[in-house]
């Protein structure tokens, strides 16, 4: 990206003219310039900060707060608790196995997505007829909000008479409506499979649509070139497509991560966790706590803000190179 | 740039008018002891559907209009919520301090321990008082003294299907538990993947049937004195047998996660032999058209050794509180809304039963409630110990797994732990 | 670079389209290709067929094992606007316009600025940005429960705008300052050379230009406030306050869950999202282009 070369004589925002007359009347030119310089781009980013502060910031700060203070599940506040949450957080047993999931759960569900999506954005690349229509079958999980559609899920594998039951009840695969084997949501593995499915069912349609954005920027003229050195399809892809779909790839990815990692709905409404916290990701586990322990979910809370720091952070490290490109 | 979010802002002006109505309201009649108008402010559950004709804003908003034109210096400011968000949208009142003077549909413990709780002998006359069915009266109870007034009632019973019961050679319902296990065995052979009993064990109401067990096996949630035994010997036996019910297919799969609404519209489509339910099952049958009134019956919930004589009991209660210093007005008010007149309308309308002895007396000889109101003096409630709401929360989150694989002695033990830790 | 990819691709794109479809009889390799797709299609489809046949459906019949009911009812749509769906629908229509409006006010500022001008702290503005699009109101949600009801006392509608406008804000800095920045710098530098001020020459300058980025940034806000739920969930508390998707919520029942009428809700939540999409499909490629390049 090209950079415009900031240099003072540059024509100021026009927010800036105060400051300059009062740089003016200062001893300290120099000084005054500085500020002058430091603040000029106040105008254009206040509201931004402003709004990121009040319902970012603020909310962070007072998690915290809530994290040391003894919640009554009322609302009642008992009063000061100093570590007393984390302490109980970091004893109860559910933990471990809510962190392990929750990093399988973003793992399988940002891989699967991926892979999908790069062969579907190849696929939507491509002309054919209809193409029109495919995609606009691929925004319906978009525009449907995540927690119609895990509703909807949730419906369609009911024991008694969900379709995908009779479905696989019409090809022999499940014998008994109302059975173990129908009965897919209440089997924990089974649930946690399914519902993996449905989050990247979900997550398909973004990320095939910036994978499509990255292919429709690869100059054809490159391909050209590719083919008079008489490179092959496989070859081609992996020289050339994937290369330059990188940036695109990233952008995806961390997208991607963030909002599995803070998914709530799907698992929400098609299992709620349970049962016994078995299908619960940390976000879904602080949600349950929230309901009789206020101050153990805001402890919750603010160990699931450290964890999305540190993936943000390990992210922007590895791909610091890759970002700054382009 | 302030122009334009100011702009924004007024998009909301409507609701932020609705708002302020809502909450002003309660404050505005602080004046209490002098003659002035009164505004009480009510919260409570709504039993039916918001906006339809069936909810219960329609219900107290009658209520509130006919004693606005016998007190007219007194205005009740009724709002319902579904039951769904009623905690979190009570709760959310509660802490932004916007406190109603009355609320229905909560336990009033946390209140009383709060210290914010009337006392139900200030809120309502002697009469009205003795009238209240003394086993929910007792529910209201906070070290010694009551603070809840029961509302509204119902006791827990078997459904359970004639035709299914024909169809596989069933003569009567079952009284103990080894004539249920027999007789669920022989309905979910019958094919068509019929449920043999449903055992409601979801997030939804889990404590509910888990109590039902573990009263027919002489067990409970607490002893005599009020203390904590969820893991006692009598619910593990319980738990053990229903077990051993999942395990040879007998009850749907999974129990842990199946809800009470799923299993109460799988017995009302005809797919589920028994089922234990309030009479809040009857509009579900009448609803989905499957059975007619000759198909089902009910009976008492059976036990290791025979019936259960002692059944579930579940109420609603009433709380005032003093915040707003209304006592002589909220007073007025329940004593008004406690007439049998009303209570019999509620129990008509949601097919519930009625918290107050008048009430129950005239409805004993009803064909579908008669039963379920004869129950109502030996019926077992659920404790009141002040953090039973977490407790029951905890049950619900986490009892399923007693059937689910894991050793019931270990999950009771853990419920039972996280009870006593968190007086 | 992206200056000119972004401009050139959409109508290469469809050179490509058409070239296609001149060619002679289709080969074995299109027919495959179609198959596929079209089943892709049909999977992304299902689901929400599958709920259009839900809601369809008669009471009687809710619970009968067939793809089909033996017959149809429109009553579900029909009659569920007896439960103050219309409010309903207002509601979430004011909070999704509110925060998209208050996103673009914002962001619109911000994004060109930090694409012009290289200043102290502009690194530190942009990680800002975007460590804020980390988290979802879902992570924050008990922070958000205290601010909004223990220390600000605003109307839950203007609550739910300014919480749906700040975490969306990050994607659409992004987005628009990644397309500010592929837009020749002369083009508004000759403007202000005429003696337009640098705010005159975003305006008739580069917003024309980075239309399609705009747009993009606006559907993303647009459909992340209208299907959002936790927040709406927890600062809502009357009825008549509650976007749609809480109140579909609500027909998840205490003794039964209404699904006809719930599935009749959703179509109808959904289709305004529809129609939006109808009509900018083609921008969003375009958008997230510039973006994706960035």
Partial sequence: MQETVDTPQAAPAPAAEPNRRAGAAAFRPSLARRARRALAPLPWLAPALALIAFVVLWPVWEMFQTSRQHINSYGFNLGDYGWKNYSTLFADPNLGSVMVRTVLWVFAIVAITVLISLGLAQLLNRGFPGRKLVRWALIAPWAASVMMTAIVFRWMLDPNNGVVNVFLHQIGVVHDYNGSQASWLGDPTAALWWMIAVAVFVSVPFTTYALLAGLTSIPADVYEAARMDGAGKWRTYRAITFPLLRPALLVAVLINLMNVFNSFPIIWTMTGGGPDYQTSTSTVYMYALKQFNIGESGALSVVNFGVVILIVLVFLRANRSALKEG | ?423 | MAAVTVAATPPQDQDRVARTRQKKPPTLRTVLVCAVAYLVALIFVLPYLEMIVTALRPQAELRDRDYFPHHLTFANFTNIWSTGLGTNLAVSLEVAVGSTVLVLLVAIPAAYYTSRRKFRGRGVFLILVLVTQMFQPTSLIVGIYQEFTNTVHVNSTLALILVNAGFNLAFAIWILNAYFGAIPKELEEAAMVDGTSRVGAMFRVIIPLALPGIVTALIFTFIAAWNEFITALTLTNTDSSEPLTVKMNSFIGQYSTDWQHLFAASVIATIPVIILFAFIEGKVVSGLTAGSVK
Wanted: glycine share 10%; hydrophobic share 40%.
């Fill in chain 2, 1 to 423: 740039m302030k122009r334009r979010l100011a702009a924004a802002a007024t998009l909301g002006l409507s609701a932020a008018l609705a708002l302020s109505a809502c909450s002003s309201s309660s404050t505005s009649g602080s004046s209490s002891s002098g003659g002035g108008s009164v505004t009480l402010h009510f919260f409570g559950a709504d039993y039916g559907t918001a906006g339809t004709s069936n909810t219960t804003q329609t219900y107290w908003q009658n209520i509130a209009t006919a004693f606005h034109k016998q007190y007219p210096n007194i205005t009740v400011d009724v709002q319902t919520i579904d039951w769904n968000d009623f905690p979190t949208k009570l709760h959310t009142l509660l802490q932004s301090k916007n406190y109603p003077d009355i609320i229905e549909g909560d336990a009033p413990q946390s209140y009383a321990q709060e210290g914010i709780a009337y006392k139900a002998s200030d809120v309502l006359s002697e009469s009205t008082l003795a009238n209240l069915i003394p086993t929910f009266a007792k529910q209201g109870d906070y070290q010694g003294t009551e603070y809840g007034i029961p509302f509204t009632t119902s006791t827990r019973a078997l459904y359970y299907n004639k035709k299914l019961f024909a169809q596989a050679g069933i003569s009567a319902a079952p009284t103990t538990w080894a004539e249920l296990q027999a007789d669920a065995a022989k309905i979910s052979k019958l094919g068509n993947s019929t449920i043999g009993y449903g055992m409601p064990l979801g997030t939804e109401e889990a404590q509910a049937e888990s109590y039902m067990w573990m009263l027919g096996a002489g067990g409970g949630y607490v002893n005599g004195g009020g203390a904590y035994t969820i893991n006692s010997a009598a619910n593990v036996t319980a738990f053990n047998f229903m077990n051993t019910l999942v395990k040879a297919g007998d009850t749907e799969a999974n129990p842990g996660t199946v809800n009470r609404a799923t299993l109460w519209s799988d017995f009302a489509a005809g797919s589920v032999g028994m089922v234990g339910g309030s009479p809040a099952v009857v509009p579900i049958i009448q609803a989905a058209g499957k059975l007619t009134s000759s198909d089902w019956a009910t009976a008492p919930f059976p036990g290791e050794n025979g019936t259960v004589t002692n059944p579930l009991g579940v109420d609603d209660q009433i709380v005032a509180l003093n915040v707003h210093n209304q006592q002589s007005a909220i007073q007025q008010f329940l004593n008004f809304a406690y007439q049998d007149t009303y209570q019999a309308q509620f129990d008509k309308e949601y097919d519930l039963l009625p918290a107050t002895t008048s009430a129950a007396t005239a409805e004993e000889n009803d064909p579908i409630f008669g039963p379920f109101v004869k129950a109502i003096p030996t019926s077992s409630a659920y404790p009141t110990n002040a953090n039973w709401s977490d407790v029951s929360t905890k049950i619900k989150q986490t009892i399923g797994a007693a059937v689910d694989g894991t050793a019931p002695a270990t999950v009771l033990g853990q419920i039972q732990t996280f009870a006593l830790s968190n007086q």
